[in-house]
């Protein structure tokens, strides 16, 4: 047999031409006003599901309106610290939130633009909410641990109080473009109607087309989820935005393989690629329902961080990912693609906890079946 040396500089050459680099297409890109940053608050939840919103503003009525984040988490917060004192301090008091969380204040509060409402109240360019979270949650403490005595309505009082200095005063009427509005009058004007939204998930320990509460530390307003099988939940993502619907996604992000450097998220098929595959294609896991449900319970997969979606691209090889916008502003030296994440099917099938969407965007055979 006749033997063939092959030098290591050449052997280096061949597996650099087989390593390719990710080069992205546009396949579809949906309306999203710009990536702002979230800044030091965990309030992802309602940065996201603002800007999806903001998208549907401009879908139902081609008006692009800045809508503000923080008049709905100023409108949460009492929702949250009223949770927490009625179960006694046994349950969660923090920053985070879900989608559905901004759609119930959009139905309590009403819409209000960012012009009219930052919540940045005067103190700082950007926002922070360490401070005025670490007092908020001593002072429930305090009053949830008030052992033999009666609570005195005044404590809402006090959070009210020290959400009006961190964040402000809320509003009640204002004028935009030369027009005056309330909340709920501004809120009609956009055609936003917070019926109109369904949050859909995958998990097999529930039956399929029903609803239920998903057991996550911050759905502490019990939000009911649509359960679909899991390519029904991706079929139904991507029926969204190939009919002009943005989607509003809830997700793990604590994988090393998901990357707002890099501006990837993806799951590798060999855990020797973790590193390699965030710079070039390599091949990805097959994701099954029964392995979805295996990471969630091992809570290997949890409820991270919530984003929009806006769109799909592709790579040079055909593989589909979902264009997220993220909320982690647009510094190149910290996030790569204007700070927008390029999500692999694989990653959206096992890492997504859920997604909020217009009914309409639904397949008709699933709005059938979950009677929509």
């Known amino acids: 047999m006749k033997k063939i040396f092959v030098s290591a500089a050449l052997l280096g050459l061949i597996f650099s031409a087989q390593a390719q680099k990710y080069e992205f297409q546009t396949v579809t890109d949906l309306e999203a006003l710009p990536v702002i940053s979230q800044g030091n608050t965990g309030t992802c939840w309602s940065f996201s599901t603002s800007s999806f919103l903001e998208s549907e503003v401009i879908r139902l009525t081609g008006k692009k309106i800045d809508l503000s984040e923080m008049y709905q988490v100023r409108n949460t917060y009492p929702k949250k610290a009223d949770n927490y004192i009625m179960r006694q301090g046994k349950a969660q008091f923090g920053e985070g939130g879900l989608a559905h969380d901004v759609i119930n204040s959009v139905a309590d509060y009403g819409l209000v633009p960012n012009s009219v409402f930052t919540g940045l109240n005067g103190t700082s360019e950007t926002f922070n909410h360490a ?9 429930l403490k305090a009053y949830a641990e008030n052992p033999g005595k009666k609570l005195s309505p005044n ?16 509003v009640t009427e204002f004028t935009y473009e030369g027009k005056k509005y309330t909340p709920k009058s501004f809120q009609a004007m956009t055609k936003i109607n917070p019926k109109d939204y369904v949050t859909i998930t995958s998990f097999t320990h529930t039956p399929n087309y029903g609803t239920f509460i998903l057991n996550v530390p911050d759905n502490f307003s019990n939000g009911s989820f649509y359960n679909l099988p899991l390519e029904e939940y991706i079929a139904n ?6 009919n002009g619907f943005t989607v509003e996604l809830d997700c793990d992000v604590s994988e090393p393989t998901f990357s707002g450097k890099y501006g990837v998220a993806v799951i590798p098929n060999d855990e020797a690629d973790t590193k390699t595959i965030l710079t070039e294609i390599k091949p990805e ?14 809570l290997a997969t949890q409820d991270d961080h919530l984003m929009h979606i806006v769109g799909k691209v592709k790579d040079q090889k055909g593989n589909v990912y979902y264009k997220v916008k993220n909320s982690w502003g647009t510094d190149p030296n910290r996030v790569a693609n204007g700070g927008y994440v390029y999500m692999s099917v694989p990653y959206m099938k096992l890492k997504s906890i859920s997604v909020l969407v217009h009914k309409d965007a639904l397949q008709k055979d699933t709005r059938k079946k979950l009677g929509l």
């Open 131 to 139: 401070e005025m979270v670490a007092v908020m949650e001593s002072m």
């Open 155 to 170: 404590w809402k009082k006090a959070i009210e109080a020290m959400l009006d200095i961190y964040i402000g005063k809320n």
């Open 237 to 242: 993502i991507d029926n969204a935005l190939a």
């Open 285 to 298: 896991k097959a994701i099954t329902p029964e392995y979805r449900q295996a990471e969630f319970e091992n």
